[in-house]
């Protein structure tokens, strides 16, 4: 199996300020063949599911603001917010969907300074 | 809008089975598979298994294998999973979710969770 490693697992910034979130898989999802990571970023706040953010990595979902952004290849990834609300509190997670079982990042959470 | 609608909560005995089922509509639903992911309270989230309806072909992570059956009735639109031997650390919410694209296992749709508990 693919493990999924975020780092950190809890992050405090200002709003205002800039989130940055890690995660690292345990071998590559970059299918070369189709120049594609298949990483995806979910957003989930409290009594809801999760939301899709991003995915090939860098794609954001339709209707997603675009101070979220995402980055990386092969091995290691990241989760930027330009620019932190105060809605964007929440757990964010990374998965693979390269080969299944499709793994989830362990969280990172989100708070407000 | 394509609406992902599953059964509602369950309260369940250790060692019997629960079947949760996730309900499509106002989109497709035989092109693109159906995960189903859990998250115990306070936790993470865990993929347990993935079907795509068209071919019924489930797959299943090796931690669920033996014990959850997925399956998927096209002509009600309708996903089942199925978790049998139930302990209670099966307790948590069980979501359904739809791949981004036919083929794709990036999960673009969720249902509203099911929350089961499993309790003498």
């Known amino acids: 199996d693919i493990v999924m490693t975020q780092s950190p697992d809890s992050l405090a910034v200002s709003l205002g300020e800039r989130a940055t979130i890690n995660c690292k898989s345990s071998q590559s999802v970059l299918y070369s063949s189709k120049n594609k990571n298949y990483l995806a970023w979910y957003q989930q706040k409290p009594g809801q599911p999760p939301k899709l953010l991003i995915y090939?990595?860098?794609t954001r979902e339709s209707g997603v603001p675009d101070r979220f952004s995402g980055s990386g290849s092969g091995t290691d990834f990241t989760l930027t917010i330009s620019s932190l609300q105060a809605e964007d509190v929440a757990v964010y997670y990374c998965q693979q969907y390269y080969s299944p079982p499709y793994t989830f990042g362990q969280g990172t959470r989100l708070e407000i300074k | 809008q394509l609406q992902l609608v599953q059964s509602g909560a369950e309260v369940k005995k250790p060692g019997s089975s629960v079947k949760v089922s996730c309900k499509a509509s106002?989109?497709?639903?035989?092109?693109?598979?159906i995960s189903w992911v859990r998250q115990a309270p306070g936790q993470g989230l865990e993929w347990m298994g993935g079907?795509?309806?068209?071919?019924?072909?489930?797959n299943y992570a090796q931690k669920f294998q033996g014990r959850v059956t997925l399956t998927a009735d096209e002509s009600a639109s309708t996903a089942y999973m199925d978790l049998s031997s139930l302990r209670p650390d099966d307790t948590a919410v069980y979501y359904c979710?739809?791949?981004?694209?036919?083929?794709?296992?990036?999960?673009?749709?969720w249902g509203q969770g099911t929350l089961v508990i499993v309790s003498s």
């Open positions: 079907i795509p309806p068209i071919s019924g072909a489930a």
């Open positions: 979710a739809r791949g981004r694209y036919s083929s794709g296992w990036d999960l673009g749709s």
């Open positions: 106002g989109g497709t639903f035989s092109n693109y598979p």
């Open positions: 090939w990595a860098s």
